[in-house]
C-alpha cells in the first residue's frame, strides 16, 4: 500500500511528469534504425542487453516537447521483455492513467534504476526479485496511457526512480545494446 500512496500522492511536481512518460499518445511512427532480426536472441554482455527480443524500431525519446523521461521503443505486443542490466526488482505495479504494468529494477550496482513500462499483465518477476541481464521481465503491451504496442524505457541515477535520482538519457545505451544484439 505504501507503494500505492507514493505513486498517488507523489510530489505535485512529479506527478505530471509521470503522465506525461508515460503517455504514448504522441508516439510517432518509427524514426531511426535498430531493426534486429525477428526473435534474434540478445547477446548478455558486460555491459548491457537490448531490452526488447525481436523487431523493434525506435519512437519518442527523453523531452520530446512533452516532458518526456525516457525512450519508447515500438514491438509488437507480447514480444519478450528482458532486463537490460542485471539487478532486483524494486517495484512491480499498475498505473491506469500511466504507466500500466510496469517494473523498476534497481541495479546490480547501485548506480541506476532500470524502468520498462506499458507491458502485458502477464509479468514474468515479483518484487524482491534478482533478474539477470536478459532475464525476462515480462512481454510488450500497451497498457495505461498508451496508444500502440511499444516499450516505454526510463534510467535513473541513484537513489533511483522518483526516490531522488535524476532521469538521465536511455537512448545511447539502449542503441549500444541493440547494436550489440
Ligand atoms: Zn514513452
Redesign the pocket.
Known amino acids: 500500500m505504501a507503494r500505492f500512496f507514493r505513486l498517488r500522492f507523489a510530489p505535485l511536481a512529479a506527478l505530471p511528469l509521470l503522465v506525461a ?4 499518445s504522441s ?1 510517432a511512427a518509427a524514426s531511426s534504425g535498430g531493426i534486429s532480426p525477428d526473435g534474434s536472441e540478445a547477446r548478455s554482455s558486460a555491459e548491457g542487453v537490448f531490452p526488447i527480443r525481436g523487431r523493434h524500431t525506435y ?2 525519446g527523453l523531452g520530446a516537447g512533452r516532458g ?1 523521461q ?3 521503443v515500438l514491438a509488437k505486443c507480447g514480444k519478450p521483455v528482458v532486463a537490460a542490466r542485471s539487478g532486483r526488482v524494486r517495484v512491480k505495479d499498475y498505473q491506469a492513467s500511466g504507466a500500466g504494468n510496469y517494473v523498476v529494477v534497481k541495479g546490480k550496482d547501485r548506480k541506476h534504476d532500470y524502468v520498462y ?1 506499458h507491458m502485458l499483465r502477464r509479468l514474468a518477476v515479483s518484487e524482491g526479485e534478482r533478474v539477470g541481464a536478459g532475464e525476462l521481465i515480462g512481454y510488450v503491451g500497451s497498457t495505461g496511457r498508451s496508444s500502440a504496442c ?1 516499450l ?1 524505457f526510463e534510467m535513473w541515477s541513484a537513489p533511483g526512480w522518483y526516490r531522488g535520482g535524476d532521469v538521465e538519457n536511455p537512448t545511447p545505451p539502449l542503441k549500444r545494446w541493440d547494436r550489440g544484439s
Open positions: 512518460a508515460a503517455t504514448g508516439i519512437g519518442d518526456h525516457g525512450q519508447d513500462m511499444h516505454h
